[in-house]
């Protein structure tokens, strides 16, 4: 028998005092992301003091359910160490078709059928990326570029040109559906659309897979290293199905959320929206190189850029302006959290 | 602790059979890896595999991983065979190897290290499961006590990345406990470990195997092979030829076996220079890292540093380079003061350094040998327009690999496909080409076999011969006798002895570098 004392646990370099707050931050990235919010709502609120509306917090979440619904797939991509690009197009590919199918088919179907239709072509159209992903081992981006050119052309080609306005009733309705009705200081009247809890589903769906499977466990331990979560046993090729099918099946929801609340299908929306949901993953705390990120933290990147989208015309700020202000932020948070590397 | 033991523990009785391999061979494109392996690994005993670098070790170990197949032969573990293991197999029958990179994977927790696999195991690699964070946490808590690791909820929450690799490495066998291994592989353990952080680990090791754990070593430290007992297996060209208990053979039976000839076990270094001071080095420190780390060194002098892992070696060894720059103190070369403020500094001023983690920090490895070499002297390459000049590229880098004797067909294949012995040679030669007045070795034959050893000695003497200062920064105390004229002990920060290394004992030079830690610990 041993004698038995806890060995002293030296955490590597101790930070000295003045790095105590940074390193605080870089361990809680999201709380950086809290801050950057804080800091836009007090700025835009000082130079327009009516930004402080309930009106304004709707429009904001309004504006949050497609970019979230994205937001959420690429994190799970990138905890996974890869990252899709693709989902737009999955997305816009999944809209169209399937607006103009039941239009043209079936213009009565339920909800719930046009949605589950939709979230299964999307996981289709993902396990595709995945697939490839894993038996070319190819980088992931590379792939995803690939694809979506595929998707869209393919969009463009066989399934049609043309937005079209009379979407189905069942999208229609579900579009005009609110949870809550409040009266405005200025005697109108403002709505929180009933689809931002299909939002709210999926974060709670995200964040069960992550953090309360194997599955979502497998998910980061690729993310941390692909060579040793594959020498640990775990099935490489399952988890990059898994994360590109999931990412394609939050994506093919929510381009049906985009037709639903703008009550349209138009086969040329969705593009370029990429760069702003990747960046409202990347603000939220995850890890471009994988293997690190939170559903909060997302969520408040994509609420930041929502926000910057959505209200910087109230503090003047030109709308050409916005992008500029998200990259001024994606350059500052990066700085911050590649401080630790350095620290 | 080396008696063979008879308290088998209730869960397997020791002496039986666990592994059996027969007929076992391996070929990759025109290699013949392993020829007919045959051995039998019994629970609850030690056995070490060794073997020069390339005689089927790792072939042989990632066969019973299950990392790869063999192409002919048999495995069969407890009565049961199989003709080839995937990674799941082999861990769902109890075996666990922890490579040389520990396998942990570094942005999850120290419990999700631990325990997961545990999990993984239980649902037969199968992901569709939820995770028991119930479970994960106990088995976690119960493995790290095994291994005298703490078991807060903070330490089980630290992300494995921001922990030590000695703390690394106990969380790694904690793993294999967590999962109840019946058989232990070890890929080079103690190669990044202090002796008081690999004393630990031995003792963790022994209550393995007297759990009837069988525990299999792949070392190139003889002496720790023979400190912790058991079976030695020795493997050359993809063979086993000799195998049987380690105390029974001499250190120098076991390198010739593995070498296929004599090796001499000797002070390589006969004359002790006197030559004029080339590296002055004054009040020299790093934050809380070093202090006052003040030493001379001679032309044709060399120099040994060692101290324990937190001792401030390694950064006193990166001040020298200008990798992590010094904050006080000063550093004349030649008489000339000189400023090190980055990598590029030491460099012009003609200071070389070996890092010790030569594959993260030192070679490029997907790119060519020559490549690797010219690397640091590409200004003076530089042809017209700007163009790299190749053909005096290929003859320096040539000269280079036939001066040190890099083993390798031409100069255009990838660093990677060198043994680690190679390697090293390579990133001497790149500092060679800058002419160096001093190069800084750090951990030169870390991962190294026996035969290569040797060659690299050689050459380290020589280099010193034609007036080159040489610092070498170790924790291989003899590899710091058999080749310094000073060894310099550092602890705590500080630069406490300085030993001649022709009249000194090991046992001494390892009494210094504990000193006071041992009395800080008992109080």
């Given at each position: ?10 955490v590597k370099s101790a930070p000295s005092r003045s790095w105590q707050v940074m390193d605080w931050l870089v361990r809680r990235p999201s709380s950086f992301t809290l801050l950057l919010i804080v800091l836009v709502c007090g700025v835009v609120g000082a130079i327009n003091p009516t930004f402080y509306s309930v009106a304004n917090l709707f429009d904001i979440l309004r504006a949050s359910v497609v970019l979230g619904l994205f937001a959420l797939g690429v994190l799970v991509v990138l905890a996974a160490g890869g990252l899709d690009v693709s989902f737009a197009a999955i997305a816009a590919l999944v809209m ?26 999307g996981?289709?159209?993902g396990?595709?990326n995945g697939?490839?992903v ?5 980088p992931s981006l590379i792939v995803t570029i690939g694809t979506q050119y595929?998707f869209r ?22 579009g005009?559906?609110?949870l809550l009705?409040l009266?405005t200081a200025?005697?109108?009247?403002t709505q929180l659309p009933a689809f931002v809890l299909v939002l709210a589903a999926a974060a709670i769906l995200t964040w069960w897979l992550l953090e309360r499977?194997?599955?979502g466990r497998?998910v980061f331990a690729m993310g941390g290293s692909l ?13 990059h199905?898994f994360v590109f099918a999931y990412a394609g099946m939050l994506a093919g929801v929510a381009g049906l959320m985009h037709v639903a609340a703008n009550?349209?299908?138009n086969?040329f929306d969705l593009s370029g929206i990429e760069l702003d949901v990747i960046a409202a993953v990347v603000l939220g705390g995850a890890r471009i190189t994988g293997g690190r990120g939170t559903v909060a933290g997302t969520l408040l990147g994509v609420l930041l850029v929502a926000l910057i989208n959505n209200v910087l015309i109230l503090a003047g700020v030109p709308s050409t302006w916005q992008k500029a202000v998200i990259g001024a932020f994606i350059v500052l948070a990066g700085a911050v959290f590649a401080i630790r590397r350095r620290g | ?104 994977l570094p942005n999850l927790s ?47 929450g630290t992300p494995v990345e921001d ?179 980055r ?181």
């Amino acid at each position: 028998m041993m004698t038995t004392s806890t060995l002293p646990i030296a955490v590597k370099s101790a930070p000295s005092r003045s790095w105590q707050v940074m390193d605080w931050l870089v361990r809680r990235p999201s709380s950086f992301t809290l801050l950057l919010i804080v800091l836009v709502c007090g700025v835009v609120g000082a130079i327009n003091p009516t930004f402080y509306s309930v009106a304004n917090l709707f429009d904001i979440l309004r504006a949050s359910v497609v970019l979230g619904l994205f937001a959420l797939g690429v994190l799970v991509v990138l905890a996974a160490g890869g990252l899709d690009v693709s989902f737009a197009a999955i997305a816009a590919l999944v809209m169209y078709s399937l607006t103009k199918a039941v239009v043209q088919f079936w213009p009565d179907a339920p909800l719930a059928l046009i949605l589950l239709a939709g979230a299964g072509g999307g996981m289709l159209l993902g396990a595709l990326n995945g697939l490839l992903v894993h038996t070319l081992s190819a980088p992931s981006l590379i792939v995803t570029i690939g694809t979506q050119y595929v998707f869209r052309g393919f969009l463009l080609t066989f399934i049609g040109t043309e937005l079209f306005m009379n979407v189905p009733p069942a999208m229609d309705a579900f579009g005009k559906a609110t949870l809550l009705t409040l009266n405005t200081a200025s005697g109108g009247q403002t709505q929180l659309p009933a689809f931002v809890l299909v939002l709210a589903a999926a974060a709670i769906l995200t964040w069960w897979l992550l953090e309360r499977t194997l599955m979502g466990r497998a998910v980061f331990a690729m993310g941390g290293s692909l060579n040793i979560a594959e020498r640990l046993g775990y099935n490489l090729r399952t988890v990059h199905v898994f994360v590109f099918a999931y990412a394609g099946m939050l994506a093919g929801v929510a381009g049906l959320m985009h037709v639903a609340a703008n009550r349209l299908a138009n086969p040329f929306d969705l593009s370029g929206i990429e760069l702003d949901v990747i960046a409202a993953v990347v603000l939220g705390g995850a890890r471009i190189t994988g293997g690190r990120g939170t559903v909060a933290g997302t969520l408040l990147g994509v609420l930041l850029v929502a926000l910057i989208n959505n209200v910087l015309i109230l503090a003047g700020v030109p709308s050409t302006w916005q992008k500029a202000v998200i990259g001024a932020f994606i350059v500052l948070a990066g700085a911050v959290f590649a401080i630790r590397r350095r620290g | 602790m080396m008696s063979p033991s008879n308290q088998a523990s209730d869960s397997a009785a020791v002496g039986t059979p666990f592994l059996e391999l027969r007929g076992v061979h391996k070929r990759f494109a025109g290699v013949h890896a392993l020829r007919g392996v045959s051995l039998t690994i019994e629970a609850g005993k030690i056995y070490h595999l060794m073997g020069e670098n390339g005689c089927g070790k790792s072939t042989l170990i990632k066969i019973i991983a299950g990392a790869q197949p063999p192409d002919e032969g048999e495995i069969i573990i407890q009565g049961k065979s199989y003709g080839s293991l995937t990674s799941i197999e082999s861990l769902s029958a109890g075996i666990e190897t922890v490579y040389q990179d520990l396998s942990l994977l570094p942005n999850l927790s120290v419990a999700e290290n631990v325990g997961l696999s545990e999990q993984l195991v239980r649902h037969q690699g199968r992901l569709a499961h939820a995770l028991d964070r119930k479970r994960l946490r106990e088995t976690a808590q119960r493995a790290l006590a095994a291994v005298n690791l703490p078991t807060t909820a903070a330490f089980l929450g630290t992300p494995v990345e921001d922990l030590p690799i000695a703390t690394r490495q106990l969380i790694a066998i904690a793993r294999a406990i967590a999962v109840q291994a019946r058989m232990v592989i070890m890929d080079e353990p103690t190669t990044s470990l202090t002796r008081r952080e690999v004393d630990n680990l031995i003792k963790v090791v022994e209550d393995l195997r007297q759990q009837g754990v069988a525990v299999l070593f792949v070392s190139h430290k003889l002496d720790e092979c023979y400190a912790i007992g058991g079976e030695v297996i020795v493997f050359r060209d993809g063979q086993k030829v000799r195998q049987g208990p380690i105390n029974s053979f001499t250190k120098k039976e076991i390198a010739q076996w593995m070498t296929g000839k004599p090796i001499e076990d000797t002070r390589y270094r006969h004359v002790t220079a006197a030559g004029e001071p080339l590296l002055t080095v004054r009040a020299l420190g790093l934050r809380s890292a070093f202090d006052d780390a003040s030493f001379v060194l001679g032309r044709g002098e060399i120099l040994g540093i060692t101290g324990l892992l937190d001792s401030g070696r390694n950064e006193l060894a990166k001040a020298l380079a200008g990798v992590e720059p010094a904050d006080r103190g000063g550093i004349e070369l030649e008489g000339q003061s000189v400023s090190l403020r980055r990598p590029v500094d030491a460099i012009q001023a003609g200071i070389g350094y070996v890092p010790e983690d030569r594959l993260d920090e030192g070679l490029f490895l997907d790119k060519p040998i020559r490549d690797n070499i010219v690397v640091a002297v590409l200004d003076r390459l530089r042809g017209a327009l700007g163009w790299l000049n190749k053909s005096e590229s290929d003859q320096l880098a040539n000269k280079i690999i036939a001066d040190l004797q890099v083993a390798t067909p031409d100069i255009d294949r990838p660093v990677k496909s060198l043994s680690g012995g190679n390697q090293q040679r390579v990133l001497i030669g790149r500092w060679l080409t800058i002419q160096p007045k001093v190069l800084i070795l750090h951990g030169p034959t870390v991962g190294v076999d026996v035969g290569s050893k040797d060659t690299i000695y050689r050459i380290i003497q020589r280099l010193a011969d034609e007036g080159l200062g040489v610092i070498i920064i170790s924790d291989d105390l003899p590899e710091l006798l058999q080749n310094c004229d000073r060894i310099l002990v550092m602890r705590k920060g500080n630069i406490t002895r300085s030993f001649r290394a022709d009249n000194v004992q090991e046992g001494d030079i390892y009494k210094e570098m504990l000193a006071e830690g041992i009395s800080k610990e008992a109080a």
